[in-house]
């Protein structure tokens, strides 16, 4: 089974199938290349929406266009690269982003307030690795394809204690059934897979 194929099974039907090849062309003429396909195929299934409840994906047909989202972030990203690079801050931000050569191609971002981005590192769009910025404070950079990526990250969510996401000096506060009442909610611990369309 294909990673796509896991994170599918794992996030259960798509809302609204729009597989339509049209929808990618502007997208790819901006970039100058063809997008993964394995990108492709999921937002084509699945459209502009959250995975897990954190992970957030475009779609180049959806409300908030996928091109719309690049140009705006490849455009503060360099914005804040260049300020970073006059001060002496290479380390943090290593690469540069589209459209320079080799530039990072945004593709979304999560509710921790990190960028994800494909780094184009050859021609064949499906070794693209796939690079974190986190919280401007550098990068991560992952090997591909962007299934691969997903699948990890809503493994990781699915793969924590069930107190997760309250702080840890909250606890001695908490009588158990507040904190029972908290994961019976959703508000802490393990976050089941899932995709809200927007």
Not at 16 to 28: A, K, Q, S, T, Y
Not at 114 to 142: A, N, R, S, Y
Request: aromatic share 10%; glycine share 10%; net charge negative.
């Amino acid at each position: 089974m294909s990673s796509l194929d896991e994170l599918q099974a794992l996030l259960g039907q798509p809302a609204r199938p729009r597989p339509n090849p049209d929808d990618w062309c502007e997208v790819e003429r901006h970039v100058g290349a063809a997008l993964p396909a394995d990108f492709k195929a999921f937002l084509d299934a699945f459209g502009s929406g959250v995975i897990s409840g954190e992970l957030v994906v475009f779609h180049p047909a959806g409300s908030s266009p996928l091109l719309d989202r690049m140009r705006k972030t490849h455009r503060m990203c360099t914005e804040r690269r260049d300020k970073a690079l006059s001060r002496g801050g290479a380390g943090q931000v290593p690469y540069p982003f589209h459209p320079e050569p080799g530039g990072l191609i945004s593709w979304g971002y999560d509710y921790s307030g990190d960028e994800h981005f494909f780094l184009p590192c050859g021609p064949d769009p499906e070794q693209w690795k796939i690079v974190t910025m986190l919280h401007e404070e550098g990068c991560e950079t992952f090997d591909g394809p962007f299934s691969s990526f997903v699948l990890a990250f809503v493994r990781r969510l699915l793969d924590v204690d069930q107190y997760h996401g309250i702080e840890p000096e909250a606890l001695e506060f908490l009588e158990p059934e507040d904190l029972a009442e908290l994961v019976a909610a959703g508000e802490i611990g393990p976050v089941q897979p899932g995709f809200e369309p927007f």
